[in-house]
């Protein structure tokens, strides 16, 4: 008896104690939509405590505020969009993508399908709304020269995200600017009405959007935890490409408030075309090419008020070294 004892003692010293799961927070560019159901479906389904995570997924109040949060420490991870992230690296912030989601851009002018409004030609003699100062507004005239557009075609009038938002449900507007996953279910859910996007990214638009951001310092002092955290988001990309209902499931059931059901996955399910470009086709996700990423740092010297030494080395904004094969 006392010997079984001893080995049963043995075995337990030998194994040593259980390794704890390495906190970590994720911080969203925003509140929670569509888009970000990935996540909620890779910790329901386990795959970041397989990787020794334990998640913290915290909704966000903007890209810029997420990225502040992320290089100051305050966060491990961040979900946001990468050309906020390049302008500010581009001022010294030390922040890098080791990831990006979304290669093709969601910025598009929507209105009510009911309206016929589906392609460049038709925004002629209409009216838009904007936000003056953000994203898609500096990228507005680009996409209005890779179509012939004039702004003198149609009646622009400004307000900030939710002015904009109302402009369109009450017919002050017949379009605004927006991203196609994003508001367009924001005015589906206050109206029943369907919306139907221009894309940005089908006229020569051609710049990624959201990804995974760190800090430069997590980069050299803890990239095992960047490839457990890539590892285990991949997974949780794909699982939900396959399954949108159960990603956005998963959404729900953490953050029941998050939105009806049917427009959440609708959301989801816009976002997904969103992943791969043609020259991505194929591959796993986050695998964004040189070239898409050069061509987005191209666009924000030209358009985006990023200082024209950005482009001499795009590659110093973004890594795909931390991705599973």
Known sequence: MIRSLLIALGVLLAAGPAMAADKVVLMLNWYVYGEHAPFFLGKAKGFYADQGIDLEIQEGRGSAMTAQAVAAGTVQFGYFDVPTMIKAAAKGAPLVSVGVLLQKSPMSVMGFTDKNIRKPEDIKGKTVATTPGDSMSQIWPFFLQKTGLKESDFRTVSGDAQTKLNAVI??????????????????????????????????????????????????????????????????????????????????????????????????????????????????????????????????????GGVDADAAKDPKAFYTNDFLPK
């Open 170 to 303: 009450n017919g002050q507007a017949d379009l605004l600017l927006g991203y196609s996953m994003d508001q367009s279910m924001k005015i589906k859910d206050a109206t029943g009405k369907d919306v139907t996007p221009i894309m940005f990214a089908d006229y020569g638009v051609n710049m990624v959007s959201s990804g995974i951001v760190v800090q430069k310092d997590l980069v050299t002092e803890n990239p095992d935890l960047i490839r457990r955290f890539m590892t285990a988001t991949t997974q949780s990309v794909e699982a939900a490409e396959k399954a949108p209902a159960d990603a956005t499931a998963a959404v729900l059931a953490a953050l029941p408030k998050a939105g009806k059901p049917d427009t959440l996955q609708e959301g989801f399910e816009r976002t997904i075309p969103l992943y791969r470009t043609d020259e991505t086709q194929g591959r796993r996700p986050f695998q964004v090419t040189d070239a898409n990423m050069a061509e987005t740092v191209k666009l924000l010297v030209e358009y």
